[in-house]
């Protein structure tokens, strides 16, 4: 028995446990060598004009550009079609080195002082003066985060941990709603008021409006309207159409007026709010008829892209196109 034991002679440990050290090694080392990052792409990104292929080269430029590879981003771009470059916004073509033609120097100059007021007073001088709102254009995109309960501007930091990002849909047109009546006043400026309307049976009456103090001389109505992926478009195109075809009646502005006194008077908030502002000897109704006078502008806040809106604002330009203001929310979190 004692000679037996005595023949068995265990491998040495120490080899063992190096190879398998060497395993776990090379197995780490192949993980990191296969990072994964994903970012949350602008729409600039994906003209509808351009294939699959070119949104591709669009996101991979992007991608270079928010991680601060500017050099590359350019050195990539170079060799696209004059057609997909200039779907780059001018001011990122311009931080990753590249150079504009006087037109577009000039447009750039024209966007940035558009841009200046982060309230949707900013006007449009080609538009017969209509308010043009904070990120109604497709090429301006502002990103936000919620954190502790108040909505922040996203900065790069969040892109760095390459944390998963994944949509979250806002289930019905209500969620829109709420996210916009709580948020407001980051989404368009600490000088503005909502006016909620949500609870309306009126299917032709608008459900919120905000009212945009930021110059306090002529000071703006908006009319807010929804436009969830599962709505109807058809009832949309005739909320709109008939609330612009109805300005120009006189006794649907009357109307509209008592409409709209009446429901103000319903919210005590909203009417102290409202009794602030209000200039020397001028009543919420005077102030309203104001407001109407200066030509309220429609912004149409939408969960997802529509050729077909598009499409009315390029038909119907002396009406879509000069008064509705398209503006594309999303709602994203991370892992």
């Not at 602008?42 to 351009?50: K, R, S």
């Not at 024209?110 to 017969?128: G, M, R, V």
């Not at 090429?139 to 502790?148: A, H, P, R, V």
């Amino acid at each position: 028995m004692r000679k037996t034991i005595t023949k068995k002679k265990p491998p040495p440990p120490k080899k063992t446990k190096k190879v398998v050290s060497k395993k776990v090694q090379k197995t780490v080392k192949k993980v990191k060598a296969e990072p994964t990052k994903k970012f949350i792409f602008p729409v600039w990104t994906t003209p509808e004009h351009l294939s699959e292929s070119d949104h591709k080269d669009l996101k991979r430029f992007y991608e270079l550009f928010i991680s601060g590879k500017t050099d590359s981003a350019f050195k990539f771009a170079t060799n696209f079609d004059t057609i997909v470059r200039e779907s780059i916004p001018s001011d990122i073509w311009k931080q990753c080195g590249g150079t504009l033609t006087k037109k577009g120097e000039a447009e750039l100059k024209k966007t940035e002082k558009k841009t200046t007021k982060q309230t949707p007073s900013s006007q449009d001088e080609n538009a017969d003066k209509k308010p043009e709102p904070v990120n109604s254009k497709k090429e301006s995109t502002c990103l936000y985060i919620l954190k502790n309960g108040k909505l922040q501007l996203l900065t790069e930091e969040y892109f760095s941990d390459n944390k998963e990002i994944n949509e979250a849909q806002f289930h019905e047109k209500q969620d829109i709603e709420e996210f916009i009546i709580q948020y407001h006043k980051t989404l368009f400026g600490t000088n503005t008021v909502i006016i909620d309307n949500t609870q309306s049976t009126n299917e032709y009456f608008p459900n919120m409006f905000l009212l945009d103090f930021d110059d306090k001389e002529k000071p703006r109505m908006y009319v807010i309207e929804i436009n969830h992926s599962k709505t109807s478009l058809g009832l949309i195109y005739a909320r709109i159409t008939h609330f612009l075809a109805s300005l120009k009646n006189k006794n649907y502005q009357n109307d509209f007026l008592a409409l709209l006194c009446k429901t103000i008077d319903a919210d005590k908030k909203e009417k102290k709010e409202l009794q602030a502002r209000l200039k020397e000897e001028q009543d919420i109704s005077g102030l309203l008829s104001e407001m109407l006078e200066n030509k309220p502008a429609i912004l149409l806040v939408k969960d997802n892209e529509n050729p077909v809106l598009d499409l009315m604002q390029a038909v119907y330009i002396e009406t879509w196109g000069k008064m509705v203001r398209q503006i594309l929310i999303k709602k994203y979190y991370w892992w």
